[in-house]
């Protein structure tokens, strides 16, 4: 069965530190991948997506970026955290799978950040 | 442009009632997909269910169901004797047929079961 993994669960930065997220999912080839934050309160933003290694889409524009090193492996990153990128931040991965169930999205469990 | 409305905030029932969350979405699409997500207090998002635009059939299980109603564009999603452990925030959202998947979310409605 897959499974998705993210770290830290949780995450206290000063502002201008910089920031590294990981997410790694087990248990499938070549999934799309997505970073969504979520402030508090708020419904979920769409920040990154994947469809393969290397290749990053950015949803809005901001102070983070995504990158994807290996095939299961999707990393949130920032030079400078901004008060502002307080939130919690979820990574997803869809696969299609071939009897036609597939396309929807499973979430790992998340790191909550707060930026000081 | 696609988008999903919630309009329900919060609501609160007792337990045992039974109550349902509305949906409603905008797309040009012909073809999408349509779905619900509980995020319970720990945070991580549990997926309930998917339902594609040519399956108008209304769908149960066990206390959950879900009537879909392209001519009103509504994907309602109804607890029957709703329990404390159902009480979460619930999404409803949605996606085009387009190759990358990207899912466009309603802002969610927070649900709180009273014992």
């Known amino acids: 069965s897959q499974t998705i993994h993210q770290w830290p669960a949780t995450l206290v930065q000063p502002v201008g530190s910089p920031l590294s997220l990981e997410c790694t999912v087990e248990g499938t080839s070549n999934p799309n991948l997505y970073w969504y934050r979520q402030a508090a309160g708020r419904g979920l933003q769409l920040l990154f997506y994947?469809?393969?290694?290397?290749?990053i889409s950015s949803e809005v524009p901001q102070n983070l970026s995504a990158s994807r090193p290996q095939d299961r492996q999707f990393i949130l990153s920032s030079k400078k955290l901004l008060l502002s990128d307080s939130g919690f931040y979820l990574c997803?991965?869809?696969?299609?799978?071939?009897?036609?169930?597939?396309?929807?999205?499973?979430f790992g469990p998340g790191t909550r950040l707060t930026v000081t | 442009a696609q988008k999903v409305t919630q309009a329900q905030t919060e609501i609160s029932v007792v337990e045992k009632e039974d109550v349902t969350l509305d949906c409603v979405y905008e797309?040009?699409?012909?073809?999408?997909?349509l779905f619900w997500y509980k995020q319970p207090p720990s945070g991580e998002l549990v997926f309930l269910i998917r339902?594609?635009?040519?399956?108008?059939q209304n769908e149960i299980s066990g206390r959950y169901s879900w009537n879909f109603q392209k001519s009103t564009s509504s994907f309602n999603f109804t607890i029957t004797a709703s329990q404390v452990v159902d009480s979460a925030v619930y999404f409803c959202?949605?996606?085009?047929?387009?190759?990358?998947?990207?899912?466009?979310f309603g802002t969610g409605t927070r649900l709180t079961i009273i014992p």
């Open positions: 997803a991965w869809s696969a299609f799978i071939s009897s036609g169930s597939g396309h929807e999205q499973y």
């Open positions: 994947s469809v393969g290694i290397g290749q």
């Open positions: 797309t040009r699409d012909t073809t999408y997909y």
């Open positions: 339902r594609n635009s040519f399956d108008e």
């Open positions: 959202a949605l996606r085009n047929n387009f190759g990358n998947e990207k899912l466009t």
